[in-house]
């Protein structure tokens, strides 16, 4: 059967047996029984091993990617970091080895000049030496900086170990729960507070097998959930998005296809576990970004 044959037939059958409502009737594939779901959720952990000693956000409070959410002990790592940038702006050795090449070279130079004038002032031995001593002065600015050099890279160590005591937060969202108080030892990987990013919702729902064959990503939707009360000009708010995803295996047990779509919560109307009735226009794809919007939804 061929899809435009298989979307006609769909269509006809969808019109028969939707609820009463515009938005019922308009044509596509209604997905009933959806579920929405946050999909930034994490609960962010620890790497080292130590005790908290600050926490600066509650629950239900906004954050920001990067915001200082928690602190664990430091005092040695931050010791060490100063020891580490003392070392890296010592460049008394190198500025040694700048001077002690300046004298090697000259003496050696002096010495090459009066041989030329008075050939046998200096014996062959003796300018192999200085010249030798010339030449190690040369390398000894090179360990230097090179020294100086580790040096930095151990001061760079020091501020990436003294960050893993700093939990910050990986991304926009509100705070779900604080796993840790004041004073509580942590262990590397044990998680300190747990943050969601509720701005955009997965929608997901399952379709038949035919009706899995129209649906492609980009496909626009329309999501209404279950239980928002209408407005006061008895419009209930619907919600716009695209399908992120048609998965390519078919349930065994139910013989259906799973699909979700990404749906933009901008008023922060969308909860987590809500239930929720989908539209999917199998018929043009979507690039845009989604909306929330509002019309006449199904009881």
Request: with cysteine.
């Amino acid at each position: 059967m061929s899809r435009c044959l298989l979307f006609a037939v769909w269509t006809v059958a969808a019109l028969v047996c939707a609820p009463a409502g515009s938005w019922a009737e308009e044509p596509g594939v209604h997905v009933p029984n959806c579920r929405v779901s946050v999909m930034q959720r994490a609960a962010v952990a620890g790497e080292k091993l130590g005790v908290l000693t600050e926490v600066l956000f509650r629950e239900g409070e906004m954050v920001r990617k990067g915001d200082l959410v928690a602190r664990l002990r430091d005092q040695a790592a931050r010791q060490s970091l100063l020891i580490a940038r003392k070392e890296a702006a010592n460049e008394i050795d190198l500025r040694f080895a700048e001077k002690a090449s300046e004298l090697a070279t000259l003496e050696y130079s002096k010495a090459a000049e009066l041989n030329r004038d008075v050939p046998g002032g200096h014996s062959e031995l003796e300018i192999r030496k200085l010249r030798l001593a010339a030449e190690r002065a040369v390398l000894q600015i090179q360990q230097a900086t090179f020294r100086l050099e580790l040096a930095d890279l151990r001061r760079r160590e020091a501020e990436v170990a003294l960050e893993s005591f700093r939990i910050t937060a990986p991304f926009d969202g509100v705070v779900l729960r604080v796993h840790k108080q004041l004073g509580e030892a942590v262990h590397p990987g044990d998680p300190l507070i747990e943050i969601g990013n509720f701005s955009v919702m997965r929608v997901e729902g399952f379709v038949s097998v035919p009706e899995s064959l129209l649906l492609r990503k980009g496909n626009p939707v329309t999501v209404a959930v279950t239980g928002l009360e209408a407005k006061a000009d008895g419009q209930r708010p619907y919600f716009t998005g695209r399908v992120t995803f048609v998965d390519p295996v078919v349930n065994e047990v139910s013989q259906q296809v799973r699909v979700w779509a990404e749906v933009e919560n901008r008023e922060d109307l969308l909860r987590d576990g809500l239930t929720a009735v989908m539209r999917i226009d199998p018929s043009t794809r979507s690039t845009g970004r989604p909306a929330a919007r509002t019309a006449t939804a199904p009881e």
